[in-house]
């Protein structure tokens, strides 16, 4: 009787487990889906960086407003400082 209370118990426990984590994946599934989105588009954006850096054409972003356009404006912004100081004459 133990080992058949035991056996049920562990069952009951698999069983909730696979229903929770599919109420869970169901239930969180665009917050996932946006993530993933954020995570592609900021591999792109420093996939570019990199091939900016090392003097290769990156080709426009193509005009998304999310996280892509704030990371590009933050890019040029950084840029921007960068060659105010080189004109400036300021040690780097």
């Not at 209370?5 to 599934?29: D, E, K, Q, T």
Request: proline fraction near 4%; avoid cysteine; glycine fraction near 12%.
């Amino acid at each position: 009787m133990g080992t058949e209370l035991i056996l049920s118990g562990v069952l009951v426990l698999l069983a909730s487990m696979a229903i929770g984590a599919a109420v869970l994946r169901l239930g969180l599934r665009h917050q996932i889906r946006t993530f993933d989105a954020i995570e592609a588009d900021i591999g792109t954006f420093e996939r570019e960086a990199w091939r900016s850096a090392a003097g290769a054409p990156v080709p426009p972003s193509d005009g998304d407003w999310g996280i892509r356009a704030m990371l590009d404006e933050g890019e040029e912004t950084y840029r921007a400082a960068g060659r105010a100081i080189s004109a400036a004459g300021e040690p780097v």
